[in-house]
């Protein structure tokens, strides 16, 4: 028979009125959950305690919480998307009464569990305009209250002391324990973390520069790094705006900055700390760089985490001496690989750098509950500092340690938490003057390491009796259940795979609403993925306004880390994720949905459990979750690493091969990125990077898109106008294209984009890339209704305003890099059409850097790849599909869904293909 799995999350952590609201609220009949199972009570990575037991480890000290029996038997596949189950259909049409609480208890309730949110969760507007000094300190003196209630507030003066005694500080900070906001507040007054004036060599030359007084704080994305900036910004008081005169907190990230004058902290994204990199590589604008979230392992992360780890190694002689100091955090990958990666290479001589994954043991995520103070206090201790490194190989000869064992604390260090802020500021400060006491702490391989643990809720997992094979349809059933029989207050978080996905079910769920009886809370479905725009990503995180009404977030993996969604209790996990995996030998990048890893499951399961106690769903069997992996492929084994190489040369590294990078690249992978750089002309025959590849690192831009703003600059202004025009339309976060529902939709949008294909049709005058142009262009010369231009020709009128701002911006990069002599005309302006000359030279551009992505139409009608001889075939997408067949096209990505795919695709020449490939 099936029952609930408990997940202890720090139960201990509820305040008395919250306790007290949950033993006297009302509760409804607990619901059948239908085709649910069980394993028995779970620690957090989901091993069982027999499992643990057998290995010997210790067992909780706490009663089972084993939940009662569920009845129910294996839950069907059931019939298409559209036809909901009968048994959820009557109940939205019955109008069962389940007992919800009232909107007054909703809101009491909500208000006790607002003091405690952590991070960016339900921010408020900020930077009206209308925010004053006072106004905005009395913001900050409302928030210090919870700041204080948040699990790092403890462990606050042990991470200024590791970061006095040490250079590197590696957090194992659990979901919800406030590291991504306190941390970089614990530290920016720290007396390391201030602006001073030093003597380095420069060109043989001593100059004096100025070194450090800023923290960046590292994201994987963008609304990460604004909301949590907006947060830090309200907890100081600090105004965070456009166009503001001064403050303490900024953020950067790709086509937008705000930074005002005097900014102490800096959110930014991984891409962006790569580039200012490039132009500093030894990083002096910043005293320390706080890497975030470093278990996504991004490709831009194993990049910054390499010249970390050489600027931490080396003599320090481009920052006049001064140290920079490096925090990694992580809220689930084991700290042990990243310890020694970080280490002195003296300390663990055997460690080779570039082998990291699947030789680390997630050994705290095991038994962390089992903490050397019970059940009562199952935090770590600072004394308690650990490593699990075990990430080497069978054929070395040992096991090295990495001695992270932390010295004994002096007795003011350790009561120090219990002390108040005015009595530990004055001894605190006062540790440095004694060479004793400060060198407590000081680890010999350099690396310090802190737990902190996370402050959730207990969580109540489910996992399916049997394999589901349409999850689409057993999550929608699932939401529906939950919506029907869960009293509110509690908002769902639904995993998915991908926008399209998210869009069929909200879809569905919004029709489904329709139908639903005054008795049943309404629906407010919501979408989160990235590419939609930041207000609308940023709207989801907000608390629902309307009463009687339940928030459904339907996501993608972005929900997993960073920021909280305001108000969900309930998390429908389908299990998988969209992956790209580069496939060397194609060429190509395959866009596939497979399993997600165990540290992933209880990533999105801890998000039940930020606020109150949760539920969580998992639509898989309890065997296909411990047959996952452990954790995520990093995307630098399965990606095309070209533009990682591009920016390892540009930041001065020649023999990339040797860099050291947590996981490296396997060698073909990276000959053949380095191939086509010196096709793209990026690389010189003897491998140096050329005049032109440093020109395109410098772009926020893949590579390629950089080498074709080169190419046109060194034809015309006129034309590398039409190339940004082009660029901006490709690099929005969304297709500047919706695709029509119907034939009928098609018929119309083809008359209505008349305009844009012009009167001979778009087959002859350059394909996809002169559509954009010209889209582009009429956009931007619309002299009345923009939005309602867009409507009529089905153009997303959201992709178009980010289009317009990335065109603003590449366009001032090229006056800044005097590409262009001045900036054009403002809009709008007149325009003509592509002729057939303006077509090709626009092409030719492209193709400096796209010629190994081009095919020739073969003998049997089919394009066959330049580059491999793969068959490959137009995207439905794309303007030329269905049109008639050319001697050659080129395409400027390339998908493998069901087979092979060419997408944003423009006819050429094969004359054209041997030109590019011979210059």
Same mark, same amino acid.
């Given at each position: ?222 609304? &990460? ?477 893949? &590579? ?75 956009? &931007? ?139």
């Amino acid at each position: 028979m099936p029952e609930k799995v408990h997940f202890k999350f720090g139960d201990d952590t509820l305040t008395p009125s919250l306790k007290a609201q949950q033993s006297t609220s009302k509760q409804p009949p607990k619901p059948a959950t239908t085709g649910l199972t069980n394993g028995v009570k779970r620690l957090r990575d989901g091993s069982s305690k027999a499992e643990v037991s057998r290995k010997e480890a210790r067992t909780p000290k706490h009663a089972d919480v084993r939940g009662p029996v569920k009845s129910g038997g294996s839950a069907s596949n059931g019939p298409p998307l559209r036809a909901i189950s009968n048994g959820i259909s009557s109940k939205l049409m019955a109008g069962n009464r389940l007992g919800i609480h009232t909107s007054s208890a909703k809101s009491a309730k909500n208000g006790a569990q607002n003091a405690l949110r952590p991070k960016g969760a339900g921010l408020d507007k900020f930077g009206d305009g209308k925010s004053n000094s006072s106004n905005l300190r009395s913001v900050a003196a409302r928030l210090e209250k919870a700041r204080e209630s948040l699990p790092i507030w403890s462990k606050r003066l042990d991470i200024r002391y590791a970061l006095r005694v040490n250079d590197i500080l590696l957090i194992n900070g659990e979901t919800g324990s406030g590291k991504s906001t306190q941390v970089p507040q614990y530290l920016y007054k720290e007396p390391w973390c201030k602006r001073e004036k030093v003597k380095v060599e420069v060109g043989g030359k001593s100059e004096e520069v100025f070194v450090g007084g800023m923290i960046a704080i590292t994201q994987p994305r963008r609304v &990460a790094a604004m909301t949590l900036a907006q947060r830090v910004a309200r907890e100081m008081g600090s105004p965070l705006q456009k166009g503001a005169t001064s403050g303490e907190v900024g953020y950067s990230v790709r086509f937008e900055s705000v930074v005002p004058p005097g900014t102490k902290i800096k959110f930014v994204t991984e891409g962006m700390l790569l580039q200012e990199m490039l132009h500093d590589p030894n990083l002096r604008k910043y005293s320390a760089i706080i890497v975030d979230e470093i278990h996504e392992r991004s490709v831009d992360v194993d990049l910054i985490t390499g010249f970390l780890r050489t600027l931490l190694h080396s003599d320090k002689a481009g920052r006049g001496g001064v140290p920079l100091k490096v925090v990694v955090m992580s809220a689930t990958l084991d700290l042990g690989g990243i310890e020694a990666f970080f280490a002195k290479p003296e300390t663990i001589p055997r460690y080779n750098p570039g082998h990291n994954h699947g030789r680390v043991l997630l050994r705290h995520l095991k038994g962390y509950e089992l903490g050397p103070g019970g059940p009562k206090d199952p935090r770590r201790i600072s004394e308690d500092s650990f490593s699990s490194w075990e990430g080497f190989s069978d054929d070395q000869e040992d096991t090295a340690k990495s001695g992270s064992a932390s010295a004994s604390r002096t007795t003011a260090a350790r009561g120090a938490d219990r002390e108040s802020d005015s009595d530990i500021e004055i001894d605190y400060d006062n540790w440095e003057d004694s060479d004793d006491e400060f060198e407590v702490g000081k680890k010999k391989n350099g690396v310090a390491v802190e737990y902190v643990k996370g402050r959730e809720y207990e969580v109540e997992l489910f996992y399916k009796a049997t394999p589901q094979s349409d999850y689409m349809q057993s999550m929608l059933e699932q939401i529906l259940h939950l919506h029907v029989q869960e009293p509110l207050p509690g908002d769902i978080l639904a995993f998915l795979t991908g926008q399209d996905e998210i869009e069929t079910l909200q879809a569905e769920l919004q029709s489904q609403a329709e139908k639903l009886v005054k008795t049943v809370p309404k629906m407010k479905v919501m979408p989160l993925y990235g590419a939609l725009s930041a207000q609308a990503q940023q709207d989801v995180f907000e608390k629902v306004k309307e009463p009687f009404t339940r928030k459904i977030v339907l996501a993608t993996n972005i929900a997993e880390t960073s920021v909280t969604v305001s108000g969900v209790r309930f998390v429908v996990d389908c299990g998988k994720s969209k992956v790209k995996q580069y496939r060397v030998r194609l060429g190509m990048e395959s866009l596939l949905a497979k399993p997600i890893s165990r540290v992933s499951a209880i990533q999105r399961m801890g998000r039940a459990g930020r606020e109150a106690k949760g539920k969580c769903f998992r639509l898989y069997t309890e065997d296909d979750y411990l047959n996952l992996d452990q954790d995520e492929l990093p995307e630098i084994l399965r990606c095309d690493v070209v533009e990682a190489v591009l920016k390892m040369k540009a930041r001065g590294i020649e023999d990339v091969l040797a860099f050291p990078l947590m996981d490296s690249p396997n060698i073909p992978q990276m000959e053949k990125a380095l191939v086509q750089l010196h096709m793209m002309g990026a690389l010189d025959d003897a491998g140096k990077l050329t005049d032109a590849g440093r020109k395109m690192a410098q772009y926020p831009l893949p &590579a390629a898109y950089g080498r074709v703003l080169v190419a046109a600059a060194e034809i015309s202004s006129d034309v590398l106008l039409d190339i940004i025009d082009v660029i901006s339309c490709l690099t929005t976060d969304s297709e500047v294209f919706l695709q029509p529902k119907s034939e009928e939709d098609q018929e119309t949008t083809e008359e209505s984009r008349s305009d844009i294909h012009g009167p001979q049709g778009i087959a002859g005058r350059g394909g996809d890339i002169v559509t954009l142009l010209t889209t582009m262009q009429r956009f &931007a010369s619309e002299k009345t209704d923009r939005a309602e231009w867009c409507r009529k020709r089905l153009v997303s009128v959201r992709a178009m305003k980010m289009a317009m701002q990335i065109r603003k911006q590449l366009r001032q990069l090229c006056v800044q890099q005097k590409l262009l002599k001045e900036l054009p005309p403002p809009d709008p302006l007149p325009i003509g059409p592509v002729t057939p000359e303006r077509a090709e030279v626009l092409l030719k551009a492209f193709l400096k850097a796209f010629a190994i992505k081009t095919a020739l139409l073969g003998p049997d009608g089919n394009y066959v790849t330049t580059q491999g001889r793969n068959a490959i075939t137009i995207h439905p997408s794309s303007s030329l599909y269905g049109q008639k067949k050319f001697e050659a096209i080129m395409f400027l990505d390339h998908v493998f869904t069901a087979k092979s795919y060419a997408k944003k695709v423009s006819p050429v020449q094969a004359n054209w293909i041997e030109e590019a490939f011979e210059s």
